[in-house]
């Protein structure tokens, strides 16, 4: 079993930054695919941002490239979404998401394990 705990998220204006952590355990963090996704209200959840497992390829949905980052530490057991340039559209509860099959993935149906969100809230 690998747990998954988020943090980070918070109240911020349009044009602010925040820095997300998702914290894993219960397997070797190197040997995990990761990816963030998002579900604002009335919406489905969609892909954010992955990165595979040693941290060599990243991949972004194009509503956020150019203002998220995502990284990882293996030494930390832990993955970073560091968004810049926030917007109200950018609202939404964000998961983190670890995948032991593949390197890297934006499939939802692919994640093996979620964690339990992190509410982010961008005022116009």
């Known amino acids: 079993q690998v747990q998954l705990v988020e943090s980070g998220g918070g109240l911020v204006q349009a044009g602010g930054s925040l820095r997300l952590s998702c914290a894993a355990s219960g397997r070797t963090f190197s040997t995990l695919a990761m990816g963030w996704f998002r579900q604002a209200p009335g919406k489905e959840r969609e892909f954010v941002a992955a990165i595979s497992r040693v941290g060599g390829r990243t991949i972004y949905a194009d509503s956020v490239k150019g203002r998220f980052t995502i990284s990882r530490d293996n030494a930390k057991n832990t993955v970073y979404l560091q968004m810049n340039d926030l917007k109200p559209e950018d609202t939404a509860v964000y998961y983190c998401?670890?995948?032991?099959?593949?390197?890297?993935?934006?499939?939802?149906?692919?994640?093996?394990?979620w964690g339990q969100g992190t509410q982010v809230t961008v005022s116009s």
């Open positions: 998401a670890a995948d032991i099959l593949r390197s890297i993935t934006t499939a939802q149906s692919e994640y093996d394990y």
